[in-house]
């Protein structure tokens, strides 16, 4: 997909919360930048490491950027920071039916209410594909930047609403409905994708558990430019804990 904004680079200063980073741009001013991956970021967001944000200013915000893409510290490969990016390269992939295992429906729906009791207010699943035959597959698009190794790992970060996303795919299986968790990995170099083990054990075993109860757990890497990004492959997923 093409990207509505253009970028200017900057150096990564501080990050005094998870929703913002205070960068220096190429004029010497000093930015602060809303940072949409709540993620640690640890491995990314080091003293120095260049930044790419977009001028965003908001009234009421005390934010005037919008944080892009990080250049790996190392490689200087360059990655999406946008946790909303994922669910945008899903729907593109849906509308050109480029991924295999979601090529097959008739209609689509985003932000659909889940049909299982939460409360007062029920969670949103991101989509849902019927096919001709009126079959519903429930899909969860989840975003990762971790790469150790050419292997991805989510979460970053606990993530409880994560877990409860991955139970309810699970209740909704049990339903009768078809559901996956589909990861999409912001940067190309990922060659598979695990859980989360050591840092967030409840999702990785939820996980595993989805996964056993028939819940289609798939990853997709992609391809990032400053001006577009594209699923790229189709990677595994291993779900069992082990290095």
């Not at 930048?33 to 990314?44: I, K, M, Q, V």
């Not at 790996?72 to 295999?100: C, K, Q, V, Y």
């Not at 007062?120 to 699943?125: A, E, K, L």
């Amino acid at each position: 997909m093409r990207f509505p904004f253009t970028t200017e680079p900057a150096t990564f200063l501080d990050r005094p919360n998870r929703y913002v980073v205070v960068a220096e741009l190429g004029s010497g001013e000093v930015a602060r930048a809303h940072c949409p991956d709540p993620g640690r970021l640890l491995e990314l967001l080091l003293p120095g490491v260049r930044l790419h944000l977009s001028s965003a200013p908001h009234e009421g915000r005390k934010t005037t950027h919008e944080l892009r893409f990080v250049e790996h510290p190392e490689t200087g490969l360059l990655i999406s920071l946008d946790s909303r990016l994922p669910n945008a390269l899903f729907r593109e992939a849906l509308d050109a039916r480029s991924m295999e295992p979601f090529a097959g429906w008739a209609s689509y729906a985003r932000e659909v209410p889940s049909p299982l009791a939460d409360g007062p207010v029920r969670s949103r699943v991101d989509f849902v594909l019927t096919d001709e035959a009126g079959a519903r597959t429930w899909v969860e698009v989840k975003s990762a930047t971790l790469v150790v190794g050419r292997c991805a790992y989510f979460p970053d970060a606990v993530t409880e609403r994560g877990r409860r996303h991955v139970l309810e795919m699970i209740e909704l299986t049990r339903m009768g409905d078809r559901c996956a968790v589909c990861f999409i990995v912001q940067r190309p170099d990922a060659e598979m994708l695990r859980p989360q083990w050591d840092r967030d054990p409840a999702f990785a075993q939820a996980l595993s558990d989805a996964e056993d109860a028939g819940v289609a757990v798939v990853a997709y890497n992609a391809d990032v430019a400053f001006d577009e990004a594209t699923i790229r492959d189709r990677i595994p997923v291993v779900t069992a804990p082990g290095a």
